[in-house]
């Protein structure tokens, strides 16, 4: 029988955030490891001994700081629990049950030079005679030293919420927010010696929230699931993940905000809420999409000349796909209703002299958009998002453009969006967006599955995934063929904003071990007198076609 993992869990208190409980209680459960609580104990001071102690450092004004900081803190809390469901489900602190490890060992930490940690030797040997492949720091304070890096037999292992090619410090995840940041990073790494620039594992990179707090909890269910991951490789492999390079060398050791900053960021965050709030009460509004066409290919496109197709009342087309047939050009949208909150799936067909026919052909119970078409043995399929319905669904084309029937699931019990299909080096590959955490991001995230036939049940999942975590280049935005080159159109998102700009990216090698793009071109709306934003291309040899958000006031994303 296959000898488990022994990982030790770090904790300073066994109350933790529900996402971190989630994590603990899933690596308990994992038959392939044995999990022992490594239990900070601590010493409580009472509320005179933490003010004589404030008053001996010499530090009141930095104290000061932090005490305002964390008044911001819980004012911010407060309004986001009562308004951001999300948020409230999933930043409560909750009490692990200590029965779900193997065993429990007190440990007695020694602080020295402020923050720095480290544990005498007959504390060092507690943990040595538990034979731990592992450490894994959960919620345990300071910066490590001595030999607690290295009692483990691969090290001890920790979370830094940010990107740290730039960004070594904290808070987690409020720089990224008051800078306006467009991502935020956190990476997964065995500590050494030098702070926050250890030996990395794993790095992602997500769409950076409106507030510190979102931003904060969002990095967290994102992040934890790989933490598991990557204790399921050593398992299997006997050794670590290769490591990730980053240069470090003009990274910053950000720390609590000053007064000023404080401040700053409590009346942006103040604003913030109060204009969503007259958004979502008063105005109403809703950012509508368009499509808009040129007779021109992608290299040749000039947005600025684009044809915009007229939305009916009520609705509006996004994500289009471009279907060349009988001289004509067939434009498959979704068609979303503004009333319903719904979208179903419409072909524009556009004649040579530009007459359009405008037809509704797919609609279920359950959102539809994204239309992505193949054909394959003369036969046109379409793999539309169904997001809601948790499958990747396939239609088939019964007398085309017009006439579609549902044939099967691909993937069932998956959160997907934007999925593409293409054959290539003898393989079908499905390119999809996916989150398997409580986050609902879908932008940071691509993963790949092959099969023998497009049609098949059984789509095997790439052993890199996801091969692409970066908010930039993840969401999928179109797929165009040129000759024997195949080109991903992938959605950049900005800062509080879906849409900002589109990349053209060349797929240069892909095959059951690894993924390789490089990039073409880009398309943005930033210098644009017409466009806002951009998020999807279709192109053949003589037409392209596009969707965008007009530039107008009163354009609001949320928080």
Not at 197 to 205: H, N, P, Q, S, Y
Request: a positive charge; proline letters at 3%; aromatic letters at 14%.
């Amino acid at each position: 029988m296959k000898q488990k993992l022994k990982i030790g869990i770090l904790l300073n208190q066994p109350r933790v955030v529900s996402s971190l409980k989630e994590l603990i209680t899933d690596l308990c459960n994992n038959q392939n490891f044995e999990v022992i609580l490594l239990q900070n104990n601590f010493v409580k001071q009472s509320k005179y001994q933490k003010i004589f102690s404030v008053l001996k450092s010499r530090q009141i004004s930095k104290k000061i700081n932090v005490y305002v900081f964390y008044l911001i803190n819980k004012i911010e809390h407060f309004f986001l629990s009562a308004f951001d469901k999300n948020y409230k489900s999933n930043s409560i602190n909750m009490k692990i049950d200590l029965r779900i490890f193997t065993k429990v060992v007190n440990i007695n930490p020694i602080f020295f030079k402020k923050f720095y940690v480290k544990y005498s030797k007959e504390e060092i040997d507690k943990i040595d005679n538990e034979n731990l492949d592992f450490i894994f720091n959960a919620n345990a304070s300071g910066i490590f030293s001595g030999r607690i890096l290295t009692v483990s037999k691969f090290g001890l292992l920790s979370f830094h919420h940010g990107d740290n090619s730039w960004n070594r410090g904290g808070p987690p995840g409020f720089w990224e927010v008051f800078l306006k940041k467009r991502k935020s990073g956190f990476i997964i790494q065995i500590c050494t010696k030098k702070l926050d620039d250890g030996i990395v594992l794993f790095k992602g990179e997500i769409p950076t929230k409106g507030t510190y707090l979102q931003n904060r909890n969002n990095l967290n269910l994102v992040s934890y699931q790989y933490l598991e991951k990557i204790f399921e490789y050593v398992y299997a492999n006997k050794k670590l993940p290769k490591e990730i390079i980053i240069d470090t060398s003009k990274s910053k050791l950000y720390t609590t905000p000053n007064l000023k900053n404080a401040i700053k960021y409590f009346m942006l965050l103040g604003f913030k809420f109060l204009a969503n709030s007259l958004r979502k009460k008063i105005f109403q509004s809703t950012v509508v999409w368009n499509i808009a066409y040129s007779k021109r290919n992608w290299k040749e496109l000039d947005i600025e000349e684009l044809k915009t197709v007229e939305n009916p009342e009520g609705r509006f087309f996004a994500d289009p796909f471009l279907i060349s047939e009988d001289s004509m050009q067939h434009i498959f949208v979704e068609d979303y209703c503004l009333n319903q909150r719904k979208g179903s799936i419409s072909c524009i067909s556009i004649s040579k002299s530009g007459k359009q026919i405008t037809k509704k052909i797919i609609e279920e119970n359950f959102h539809l958009s994204f239309p992505f078409i193949f054909k394959y043995e003369n036969n046109y399929y379409m793999v539309p998002e169904s997001l809601e319905d948790k499958s990747i669904r396939l239609y088939k084309c019964k007398n085309f453009p017009y006439e579609w029937e549902y044939s099967h699931n691909l993937i069932e019990n998956i959160n997907a969006v934007d999925s593409i299909i293409f054959y290539k080096n003898s393989q079908w590959w499905l390119l999809t967006n996916t989150c398997y955490d409580k986050s609902k991001d879908y932008n940071s995230r691509m993963h790949i599955f092959f099969s023998d036939s497009p049609l098949s049940k059984n789509w095997i999942e790439h052993k890199k995934n996801p091969v692409i975590f970066n908010s930039d280049f993840s969401r999928n935005g179109g797929l165009i063929f040129e000759e024997d080159k195949i080109y991903r159109v992938c959605q950049k998102y900005g800062f509080k904003k879906y849409g900002e700009e589109i990349f053209i990216r060349e797929i240069v090698k892909i095959d059951n071990e690894d993924f390789e793009e490089k990039p073409i071109s880009s398309i943005s709306p930033e210098s644009s007198k017409r466009y806002d934003c951009i998020h999807h291309l279709s192109s053949n040899k003589e037409f392209s076609v596009i969707d965008f958000v007009s530039k107008k006031k009163g354009n609001d994303y949320g928080i």
